[in-house]
T-cell receptor, first 112, second 119 residues
Framework: KQEVTQIPAALSVPEGENLVLNCSFTDSAIYNLQWFRQDPGKGLTSLLLIQSSQREQTSGRLNASLDKSSGRSTLYIAASQPGDSATYLCAVKRNYGQNFVFGPGTRLSVLP | DTGVSQNPRHKITKRGQNVTFRCDPISEHNRLYWYRQTLGQGPEFLTYFQNEAQLEKSRLLSDRFSAERPKGSFSTLEIQRTEQGDSAMYLC?????????????????FGPGTRLTVL
């Protein structure tokens, strides 16, 4: 059974800091991994999608890496801004089935 | 707006009542997913449609839950005889057939969710 964990559960940083969010999964037989952002009471916004054959993806100030063999992904946020405050979730799709498994999320607060 | 839409956004009901939620996916997306999310947790997979066929269901989907996707367009999720434990955010997502989404297979796009409160 695939299990996904995210560390830390919550993070508070001053504006301008670079930060790293971690996602770990127990079964390395994944098709892809997707990072999302969720604002309070809202749906999920897709940030980055990494296919199993890829090592990283970049979008603006965001960079996500994938190490499938060790079951880890990291989301790097450069020069954080108060508008980055949200919960960040990772989700993995296994090679079989359509069941996407989500982590519990990291709640990020960027203080002005 | 070409995103995923869900209605209603909020639903308050009394225990024992039936409720129905609707999801309209992005128009060209043939895959549709339902999830449930409780406070402080990530979404949990409920069920998946490819076109009009319901191909996968989670054990979370008890016999009080039923989902349909007539004609492979919008989808409905019905909960019968609601219980207080059903209170959650119900999220819908859609994605393209990976063969039509080069390099971005199975990328999911989510709607705003329907928040259900069972009193």
């Amino acid at each position: 059974k695939q299990e996904v964990t995210q560390i830390p559960a919550a993070l508070s940083v001053p504006e301008g800091e670079n930060l790293v969010l971690n996602c770990s999964f127990t079964d390395s037989a994944i098709y892809n991994l997707q990072w999302f952002r969720q604002d309070p009471g809202k749906g999920l916004t897709s940030l980055l999608l990494i296919q199993s054959s890829q090592r990283e993806q970049t979008s603006g100030r965001l960079n996500a890496s994938l190490d499938k063999s060790s079951g880890r992904s990291t989301l790097y946020i450069a020069a954080s801004q108060p508008g980055d405050s949200a919960t960040y979730l990772c989700a993995v799709k296994r090679n079989y089935g359509q069941n996407f498994v989500f982590g519990p999320g990291t709640r990020l607060s960027v203080l002005p | 707006d070409t995103g995923v839409s869900q209605n209603p956004r909020h639903k308050i009901t009394k225990r024992g009542q039936n409720v129905t939620f609707r999801c309209d996916p992005i128009s060209e997306h043939n895959r549709l997913y339902w999830y449930r999310q409780t406070l402080g947790q990530g979404p949990e997979f409920l069920t998946y449609f490819q076109n009009e066929a319901q191909l996968e269901k989670s054990r979370l989907l008890s016999d009080r839950f039923s989902a349909e996707r007539p004609k492979g367009s919008f989808s409905t999720l019905e909960i019968q005889r609601t219980e207080q434990g059903d209170s959650a955010m119900y999220l819908c997502a859609s994605s393209l057939n990976p063969g039509r989404q080069l390099g971005r297979g199975y990328e999911q796009f989510f709607g705003p969710g329907t928040r259900l409160t069972v009193l």
